[in-house]
């Protein structure tokens, strides 16, 4: 069985027994830290967090703290003579991994509900028959409720057809009088020019 935990913003696979090279912990040697475990496999399945596994800890012990190789860091720049050496040790802490905690079986849950099931097995009846006027009343609402929009719908389309023929109406009119009366000034306007003079005889 293996574990997927984090620490120093670094992952690591861990199983019972392992010893580890971690970013330094706080502690003392000889304490004990939990980490949350992102993924657990006992070999047969695999869970995968998101991000943790809920009720799984990995438990581990502080063996000690010490630092790593050290590790050179040179800076240079050419033709101006600038040289710089810089030596850094990481500091770490190793620790044991004593145990993987089992995550919550899934097979212990319905296990316990059969029980629950058994104690009220004839609640659930009056529970339904109280349920079953509730829900006829909320249908016929619901089926009045429709009815009613329905016939809003019907009402606001007549009243919307209705002005509309209305305002035909009134369009019609208005063009029909607009045409009398360009037919009465014309005839005015006729009726108004002199008559054109005859040529005198000599």
């Given amino acids: 069985m293996y574990a997927i935990i984090e620490t120093g913003a670094k992952q690591y ?20 830290v939990k980490f949350d ?37 040179f800076k240079y720049k050419p033709k101006i003579g600038y040289r710089k050496k810089q030596g850094h040790r990481q500091p770490f802490t190793e620790i044991e991994i004593l145990a993987i905690g089992d995550p919550v079986s899934s097979a212990k849950a319905p296990a316990e509900k059969p029980a629950a099931e058994k104690a009220a097995p004839a609640a659930k009846p009056a529970a339904s028959k109280a349920a079953e006027p509730a829900k006829a009343t909320a249908a016929k609402s619901a089926t009045a409720a429709k009815s009613a929009t329905a016939a809003k ?22 063009a029909k009088t607009t045409t009398a009366k360009k037919t009465t000034s014309s005839a005015s306007t006729a009726a108004k020019k002199p008559a054109a003079k005859k040529p005198e005889e000599k």
């Fill in 13 to 32: 696979k861990v199983a019972k027994g392992d010893k580890v090279r971690v970013e330094k912990l706080e502690g003392a040697a000889g304490d004990v």
């Fill in 153 to 174: 719908l019907a009402a606001a389309k007549t009243t919307a057809a209705k002005s509309a023929t209305t305002a035909k109406k009134t369009t019609s009119t208005a």
């Fill in 37 to 73: 475990a992102l993924l657990v496999s006992d070999g047969k399945s695999v869970q995968v967090g998101s991000p943790i596994v809920k009720g799984v800890t990995v438990s581990a012990k502080i063996l000690r703290d010490g630092k790593d190789k050290k590790v050179v860091v």
